[in-house]
């Protein structure tokens, strides 16, 4: 069993992390498809930017969908190890406002090199799926910061008893 929390080995800290990103991909991506399929106020989904930069097209059938979004959910997963080794590193104490400038960061890396290397759907994109986009990867970073925030008094609270 992995146990949360400050005393974790390098590994634990790890799977903590990925499970944690993934958990915060998963909810970024539902928001995502509502706000494409259901309210349709975004044009494009982040599968389709994660399908431009492998195929070069969007994704035509299901299972370029499929795995399109499979390497989404491993790039948020990865992102998440990231941010949990990012917080112990920098010793920060606000991780939801932390986790606020990691999501807002990726935001502006991620459509920046988009941009930077000409891809069509990051240079032609509209006002409300930036928007929109920059909430939900906000919201995924304030996600990765809850979730070490409850890690992390789980892991006090067993110490100290």
Known sequence: MVHFGKDVSFVDKMVQGFIVGLAGGIMRNVFDVLFFHGLQV??????DHMAMLLYQQHPENLPEILFALGIDLWNT???GIVFFYLLEFLKVKNYLFAGFIYGSLLWIIFHFSGSVLHIPTFTSMKLETLFIHLILDSFYGVVLGYMYLRIF????KQSNQ
């Not at 975004?42 to 599968?47: A, G």
């Not at 008094?153 to 006090?156: M, Y």
């Open 42 to 47: 975004t044009k494009m989904r982040y599968l």
């Open 77 to 79: 997963a990865f992102l």
């Open 153 to 156: 008094k789980a892991t006090d």
